[in-house]
């Protein structure tokens, strides 16, 4: 039996039970009883994400009525439902106690939870049980409002727990030359929508983010920080991409300045981008960033360079990447620069992932653990198999719930450790991973 | 399940009444804090604004919400004449909505700079009348021979 260090030391080195003959329910209540210091919802969440759900139509057809925040950029989505009924699906469910949980509408194939209206009140159901009532998130008051250019303010800025975030350009040009990461599904929804007649504006428009950033903060308090996400451009050593970045960030923080009336009104926003050089980094910081993010999706040289060709090629391979982030840890600070992986990829079918579960976590732990000391905080956005995603194509399973389950918990215990003084405040409500809810109690 | 008294949820908005609430720690020791938001929603819910992220209140009201544990308030009011403890269970994390618009607004009237967490939402499970004489006539109802080895001394207010 091989011996895991890192999941000795922190007495997760439990062999995975078998769950091959397990049902669902089965299954969740197996990791229940093995790991009992996991709080029940945040189990919930991890398996949710894996599992995905459905609704019901009765439950689909009483959410059109409601005025809540749903699914504008249709990305890691397994099913294809979404694209062409024309409904609206919400982007989240939240639990009584506040889990933040992200809608991945899923085929009956992957065993999806479903949710479900009795009596009036929404429950979220695994094979006919309710497991918890779930809420939705107000729709903001800027949905459904337009710029002067006419364009749905949704579709420029998206909305999250007190998160504006910003898609500057939905393409990556890694997709140009076939190196896109393997999990991704980003360009292939991206034409999907194009192509079924969803308004998608690609690279948006500077004076549409300043009027929707500008409309969005008249509703005080409801958005506290700020993010921008989306595809590369590693043209000009990332240049173009700094430069299009610099310029959009420009135009937020001075929809910041007119729609609060204070010129020293402190939005944080974020960039989780291509890890830059450090002048790089420093003109982006003088622009206006407070922090920056450089997601390895998954730890250590022969798997990065087989995940993420693209990042592989244009950043100096893994040693290059994190020479680079950790240049951003020096000009953004301790604690301001976050470190994302895609948990659950390291169970994805070799080369690209490894044949045993502990091994898979292990894995992550020791790079967490790594980014933890030097003073990274985690995000990332659990693994969903997507159409459109190079493991969707070759036929790439879900990881069994207990993966998911060591992952979690073992990233919590290491951040307390090693972290001590710091968190994902960045990012800090992120309906795809389960970091922030074991955050709540630190 | 009792339900609040109309008195009791008037007291709740006095801003000379004072509110405590108290929570266990994950050791499973108590933990109190003034709590000036607190107030009713009806007569079965109450709500407090929770100004700090990640504090020890939001830490234990959020596993006391897993274990199913109860959290108590404590309300006193010289004046009125008022001291009263309400059994309470964790129902609700609201961080959107009218209720946490309506908290919010009222907050920032006070606390301009404020950056608040959650409202979080209680279901009223208890309500005990806490003047010294009123607990003293249920224990000498509880216990026959309290009145007898514990005499009253001095006047009945």
């Not at chain 1, 969740?28 to 599992?51: A, G, N, S």
């Amino acid at each position: 039996m091989k011996k895991y260090k890192l999941l000795k030391e922190l007495g997760l080195d439990q062999l995975p039970t078998d769950t091959d003959e397990m049902g669902v329910r089965e299954e969740f209540d197996m990791v229940r009883e093995k790991y009992p210091q996991i709080p029940r919802t945040i189990l919930l969440k991890e398996d949710v994400l894996r599992r995905g759900v459905t609704f019901t139509s009765s439950a689909l057809k009483a959410i059109q009525d409601l005025s809540i925040s749903y699914h504008v950029y249709i990305l890691f989505q397994w099913h294809k439902m979404d694209e062409t009924s024309g409904l609206k699906i919400p982007e989240s469910i939240i639990f009584r106690d506040g889990t933040y949980v992200s809608v991945l509408l899923s085929p009956p194939e992957t065993d999806p939870y479903t949710i479900d209206i009795r009596d009036g009140e929404f429950w979220l159901f695994s094979e006919g049980e309710p497991l918890e009532e779930v809420f939705f998130d107000p729709a903001p008051r800027y949905f459904g409002k337009r710029t002067s250019r006419g364009r749905l303010m949704e579709e420029i800025l998206g909305h999250g727990r007190r998160l504006l975030y910003l898609i500057p350009v939905q393409h990556c040009y890694y997709w140009n030359e076939e190196l896109q990461c393997k999990y991704c599904d980003m360009n292939y929804i991206a034409k999907h929508q194009l192509k079924i007649g969803r308004s998608v504006k690609l690279r948006k428009d500077p004076e549409d983010v300043y009027e929707a950033v500008y409309e969005a903060l008249q509703e005080k308090g409801r958005h506290q920080e700020m993010f921008f996400t989306g595809g590369t451009n590693p043209r000009n050593d990332f240049q173009n991409e700094i430069d299009f970045n610099i310029e959009l960030v420009k135009e937020v923080l001075r929809a910041v300045k007119d729609a609060t009336g204070d010129p020293n009104h402190h939005l944080p926003v974020f960039w989780v981008g291509p890890p830059l050089k450090k002048n790089q980094y420093i003109t982006v910081k003088e622009a206006g960033f407070t922090g920056y993010g450089c997601y390895f999706e998954i730890w250590g040289k022969e798997k990065f360079e087989l995940v993420c060709p693209g990042k592989a090629k244009y950043c100096g391979g893994f040693d290059g990447f994190l020479e680079r982030s950790l240049e951003a840890l020096e000009v953004f600070g301790r604690g301001n620069v976050c470190a994302g992986f895609v948990p659950g990829i390291e169970m994805a079918p070799p080369p690209y992932g490894f044949s045993e579960l502990n091994e898979g976590v292990e894995s992550a732990l020791q790079g967490y653990k790594f980014l933890f000391q030097k003073g990274f905080v985690p995000t990332g956005t659990n693994w969903s198999i997507s159409p459109g995603s190079y493991y969707y194509k070759i036929g790439a399973a879900p990881p069994p719930l207990e993966f998911f389950a060591k992952y979690g918990l073992g990233r919590q215990l290491l951040l307390v450790e090693y972290g001590k003084d710091i968190c994902s405040d960045m990012l800090s409500n992120q309906c795809y991973a389960t970091y922030p809810e074991y955050q709540r109690l630190f | 399940m009792d339900r609040l008294p109309q008195e009791i949820m008037e007291i709740l908005k006095d801003p000379d009444t004072i509110k405590v609430i108290a929570t266990i720690g994950e050791e499973g020791n108590p933990h109190i804090v003034m709590k000036d938001s607190l107030e009713a929603i009806d007569e079965q819910t109450i709500a407090y604004l929770e100004l700090i992220e990640r504090s020890n209140t939001s830490k234990n009201m959020l596993r006391n919400f897993w274990d199913k544990k109860q959290v108590s308030i404590f309300i006193y009011n010289k004046k009125a004449k008022v001291s009263c403890q309400i059994k309470t269970e964790p129902y609700k994390y609201e961080w959107a909505g009218p209720l946490w618009d309506q908290f919010l607004t009222k907050l920032w009237q006070t606390m301009p700079d404020a950056n608040p967490e959650t409202v979080w939402v209680l279901k009223v499970k208890q309500v005990i009348n806490e003047d010294y004489f009123v607990r003293r006539e249920e224990q000498d109802k509880r216990v026959i021979t309290q009145k007898v080895w514990h005499p009253l001394r001095g006047p009945r207010s």
